[in-house]
């Protein structure tokens, strides 16, 4: 038996925008086994539930993450909403879904960029972050932010986007999805991609479903667990919708779920935008949760499957909110998928799960 | 399988303008909804003080006794909160950032006295 090294890795580390921290276990190149440790951005927010009321909260649960911002106020305004028994406009849903769509957008376009960096091609990250700029100014135009918005809240959404910026944006998102094509030809086609992802960090289908793996880490294995599929929202008026999934369970089909669905996304926010109704974006708030009333919802984050809790106390002061997110799910399939690979692979692999440490965190 | 496949793209970007802008030679136009910071119209304010209660981050000031309105911009999160709840619509969200500044302080805004009538 070959003598066994120990490598920290992180939670400082070149490759990671995030801090997690990994005890390798080495036989020579090879990784026999890794030690997840995680804690180093713990913010305390959902104690803040306590100290801010249940309309000024949804700022806090926005700001959990830079990245999903404005899926968390989403998704903790829909679980306040269904707390209180409030029905929320339809063209609020769908702006809400348009904008949902458009971060997921913008998370994978990040994404992509990060792991062509992961694997040294230096211009195609800088070509996948400057096609995420055009859906940053998208955001900047129609909620005045690029990355926190303050769009959605209790009741609806604040602002409305008018009809003819929403040909914009569709307009954008056309002249994007060209760009794009080559963009990820080059992901999908090229081979010295190829040549850096396939076959690496494989996570069987059987081993991602008995691990629980959710988002496009569980579906590159062939799990079709995708929430938005449940109906959601304005989600239930589209006219299909089909969960993108590969079979080969390794980063190139993580690569791969990626690039297919950031499509997807163009092709719901086109037909949504095509049939959203007019009407109101909000409805107004009165009253508290009820004492001892406890709602769960559940949306699908760019990163896969997120659960929200929810407990009121009568006052305007929830009594327990609780975000349970996808890096928290995935962190057991990152670490299978870490076993038996080579050193130099770790940091793509762990990339391939998209870890998003401070929504795991909190 | 093949190599060069972001040749195309890249030609474009070697002969085509540069994606960004020289900062700060050259600065981008807001748009009209971005979140630059808050003004406050001192004149029609009526120092009531909603604007203090939502604010969420605690930014806001409003002190009667010294007729003073205040905001420490380092606090404010831009949530739209302030301006939409007040009741004489003299608050601004403006799509220009303020100017960097060598020390957090607030921003103090006095009331001018009322006019004594006669």
Known sequence: ?362 | MGAFKLGRMTMRSLFGKPACAMYPVKTREPYPRTKGHIEVDIETCILCGICEKKCPAGAITVSKPERTWTINPFSCVQCDSCWQVCPKKCLTMESTYTAPSAAMSARIVSKPEAAVAG
Not at chain 1, 5 to 14: A, D, K, M, V
Not at chain 1, 82 to 88: D, H, P, Q, T, W
Not at chain 1, 95 to 116: Q, T, Y
Not at chain 1, 312 to 338: D, H, S, W, Y
């Open chain 1, 1 to 362: 038996m070959a003598t066994r090294t120990i490598i920290p890795f992180g939670p400082q580390h070149p490759v990671l925008p995030e801090p997690v921290h990994l005890d390798l276990v080495l036989e020579d190149e090879t990784v026999v086994a890794a030690i997840p440790q995680i804690g180093f951005v713990h913010r305390g927010l959902e104690k803040l539930v306590e100290k801010r009321d249940y309309m000024q909260f949804v700022y806090v649960a926005e700001r959990i993450c830079g990245i999903c911002s404005f899926g968390h106020s989403l998704g903790y305004s829909q679980t306040v909403e269904a707390l209180m028994g409030i029905e929320v406009p339809k063209r609020a849903e769908y702006l809400r879904v348009i904008w949902h769509e458009l971060s997921r957008v913008h998370s994978h376009l990040l994404w992509l960029g990060l792991l062509a960096d992961a694997f040294g091609y230096e211009s195609l990250f800088m070509h996948s972050w400057r096609l995420r700029e055009r859906v940053l100014d998208i955001f900047e135009e129609t909620t005045g932010g690029r990355v926190i918005f303050s769009a959605s809240n209790v009741g609806g959404v604040k602002n409305d986007i008018e009809d003819s910026q929403l040909a914009g944006i569709v307009a954008v998102l056309d002249g994007l999805a060209s760009e794009y094509a080559e963009l990820s030809g080059a992901f999908l086609n090229d081979y010295s991609a190829a040549s850096r992802m396939k076959g690496v960090g494989v996570l069987t289908k059987e081993q991602a479903h008995t691990l629980g793996c959710v988002g496009p880490f569980g579906r590159a294995s062939g799990l079709g667990a995708d929430i938005r599929a449940l109906g959601y929202g304005a989600y239930e008026d589209l006219s299909s919708f089909a969960p993108v999934t590969a079979a080969a369970g390794d980063c190139y089909a993580r690569c791969e779920v990626r690039v297919k669905e950031v499509l997807q996304s163009i092709e719901i926010i086109r037909e949504l935008a095509a049939k959203i109704p007019a009407g109101p974006v909000s409805v107004p708030v009165k009253g508290a949760p009820e004492a001892g009333a406890e709602m769960a919802s559940r949306l699908e984050q760019p990163r896969g499957e997120c659960f929200y809790y929810a407990k009121g106390n009568g006052t305007k002061f929830l009594e327990r909110f609780r975000v349970r997110t996808p890096t928290a799910i995935n962190i057991p399939g990152m670490v299978t998928a870490l076993a038996g690979c080579q050193l130099a692979d770790v940091p793509m692999i762990v990339l391939t799960i998209d870890p998003c440490i401070s929504c795991t965190e909190r």
